[in-house]
C-alpha cells in the first residue's frame, strides 16, 4: 500500500516505520522533513497552506498533525484548517483513497464527573479545543471519501513523561476527590491505527469512530502513587488536579472487539517500560 502521513512527527515515525517494516511505501509530511528516518519518504508541507507539489498517489492517509500551542488560532490551524487543506490537496484522489485516518482525541468529550464514555457518547466540548477538533471532524465526515476518527486519550511514551516529572517531585493530588484519568502508550496508540488499517486492507469492515485508550481508567491519585512508589519518592506537598470535576472513564471496548491487543493494557506495564528504558545497566 502506498500511505501517507500527514503531521509526521513523533506518533507518525513511530506508525510509519512500522508500517514500512510490512512493506508498504510510507511518505512523511511535515515542516522538519530532515528529521524523518530513512524508511520514510520526505514531503514538505507547512500546514494549512497549500503543499508545494502534488501528493503522489496514495491509497491511505493518516492525519496526525498537533497543536502547536494552546491558543484558539493553534488548534484552528492544526484541526480545522490542515483537514480542510488536506482534503483540497487530495482533489480526485478523495473518490480513490481507500481510507482517511484522523488522530483525534477524547477531549472533545465533556463529561466530568466520572462517568463512562464510548462512542455512543455525546461530545459536547465546552473549552475550543474540543470544538475545533470537532470542527475537523466534522469537515472529513462531509468529505466523499471512507474516514474514521481515532480519539486518542492522554499520549504518553518516550519523551511525554508529564507524570513521570510530578511523581519524582513528590507532587501527590488531594486524595478526594477521585480524578479518573486515562492515557494511551505512544506505541499502542500506533499499532491501533496501524491494525485498522490492516482490517480495511483485508476488507473487513471498520467503523468511522473509535475511542483508543488502555484497558484501565484509573484516578490520577493511584497512578501518581504507584510511580512514586517506583521511585521511591515519599509525597512532599501537594499537587493540583488537572481541572474541575471528576474526569471520565474511557472505554475501548470498541476497539478490543476487532481483535486489537494491547502492548501495555494499563499504567503499570507502560511506565514500567520507561522506568527501566531510564535505568542505567
Excluded at 498537533?66 to 491558543?71: M, P
Excluded at 457518547?121 to 470542527?135: V, Y
Excluded at 506505541?187 to 491494525?195: K, L, N, R, T, V
Amino acid at each position: 500500500m502506498r500511505i501517507m502521513i500527514v503531521g509526521c512527527g513523533d506518533l507518525g515515525q513511530y506508525l510509519g516505520q512500522r508500517l514500512a517494516e510490512q512493506g508498504h511505501q510510507v511518505w512523511g509530511a511535515r515542516r522538519q522533513v530532515a528529521l524523518l528516518p530513512e524508511s520514510i519518504q520526505p514531503f514538505y508541507w507547512d500546514l494549512p497552506a497549500p503543499p508545494p507539489e502534488s501528493l503522489p498517489e496514495i491509497d491511505y492517509l493518516v492525519y496526525a498533525v498537533a497543536a502547536d500551542g494552546r491558543s484558539p488560532e493553534a488548534y484552528q490551524r492544526a484541526y480545522r484548517d490542515g483537514v480542510a487543506a488536506v482534503l483540497a490537496a487530495l482533489g480526485d484522489q478523495l473518490s480513490t483513497l481507500k481510507r482517511f485516518f484522523l488522530v483525534s482525541s477524547t477531549g472533545v468529550y465533556h463529561q466530568q464527573a466520572g462517568e463512562l464514555v464510548s462512542e455512543a457518547s455525546p461530545a459536547l466540548p465546552r473549552g475550543f479545543s474540543g470544538q475545533l477538533i470537532l470542527e475537523g471532524e466534522a469537515l472529513l465526515a462531509q468529505a466523499e471519501c471512507a474516514s474514521t476518527c481515532v480519539r486518542l486519550s492522554g499520549l504518553y511514551g518516550p519523551g511525554r513523561e508529564r507524570l513521570l516529572r510530578q511523581a519524582r517531585a513528590g507532587q501527590h493530588p488531594p486524595a478526594e476527590p477521585l480524578y479518573w484519568t486515562n492515557r494511551i502508550h505512544r506505541d499502542d496508540a500506533a499499532a491501533a491505527i496501524q491494525h485498522l488499517m490492516d482490517l480495511d486492507v483485508q476488507g473487513q469492515q471498520i467503523e468511522d469512530l473509535y475511542l483508543v485508550s488502555d484497558t484501565s481508567s484509573v484516578p490520577m491519585q493511584q497512578v501518581i502513587a504507584w510511580l512514586g512508589e517506583q521511585l521511591g519518592v515519599p509525597p512532599q506537598t501537594l499537587g493540583a488536579l488537572p481541572g474541575e470535576g471528576q474526569g471520565k472513564q474511557i472505554q475501548s471496548q470498541l476497539l478490543a472487539s476487532t481483535g486489537f491487543q494491547w502492548r501495555y493494557p494499563s499504567y503499570r506495564e507502560g511506565y514500567a517500560a520507561l522506568l527501566s528504558a531510564a535505568t542505567p545497566s
